[in-house]
């Protein structure tokens, strides 16, 4: 996962933290100084990720030729332009969810937040796919 940056703010005692994971990631510290937050915030937005059938948006003119036609080109190169936003908007969605994951009163995270973001230069588009 490398360019992948986790971002975590006012979650349990961390006020900032911030780590990009890889194939094996090892968060090392004192006791209470938040690693289980970290992780269990990493794991709940993965999980909501998945089960939350977060789907990247393909504009609705884009699914109208697709539907019509049975083919479809779309301009990946400014569709990646918009991952680090559609990010954003994922990790906001979440962070109001973070009570969920941690099984808490809302009250207990007002202004916890999560942040996922990919350097632009990770992504690179495929010359060919067919589906």
């Avoid at 908007?89 to 109001?96: A, E, G, L, M, V």
């Avoid at 973070?98 to 207990?108: G, H, K, P, T, Y």
């Amino acid at each position: 996962m490398n360019g992948v940056k986790i971002t975590l703010s006012n979650l349990g005692p961390l006020r900032y933290a911030e780590f990009e994971p890889g194939p094996f990631t090892i968060i090392c510290g004192e006791n209470n100084t938040g690693k289980t937050y970290a992780t269990y915030a990493l794991f709940g937005f993965l999980n909501f990720w998945h089960e939350g059938g977060v789907a990247f948006p393909v504009p609705d003119q884009e699914v109208d030729t697709l539907l019509k036609q049975g083919t479809l080109k779309l301009p990946i190169a400014s569709l990646l332009k918009q991952v680090n936003p559609f990010l954003e908007d994922i990790s906001d969605q979440f962070s109001k969810k973070l009570r969920v994951v941690f099984a808490a009163d809302a009250s207990f995270f007002p202004l916890a937040k999560i942040r996922v973001t990919i350097e632009k230069d990770v992504l690179k588009p495929l010359t060919y796919f067919e589906q």
